[in-house]
């Protein structure tokens, strides 16, 4: 059996963090939840952000804040890019 991949796409940090699918993954595994029953219905790269929020959940410690005024935080960066002081 075979199966398609997504389709690769250049990106950055930024652009994936700045997702809402990104936050969505990040506050549902802070919370608790499994995964959204939409989950299916969602484009490939909405999905990948939003594991990637999941999994940033896991890393980053709860006070680290996604984002503070609507604008990513520098500390979040750091812990999505492996750059932690």
Request: no cysteine; charged share 25%.
């Amino acid at each position: 059996m075979r199966f398609s991949q997504v389709p690769i796409v250049p990106t950055t940090a930024e652009e994936i963090m700045a997702s809402p699918y990104f936050a969505l993954g990040a506050a549902d595994q802070r919370a608790g939840r499994g995964f959204r029953s939409t989950y299916a219905t969602w484009e490939g790269n909405d999905q990948w952000n939003y594991e990637r929020g999941r999994a940033w959940a896991v890393l980053a410690p709860r006070s680290v804040t996604l984002k503070r005024d609507g604008k990513l935080t520098a500390e979040a960066r750091r812990w999505f890019t492996n750059e932690i002081l």
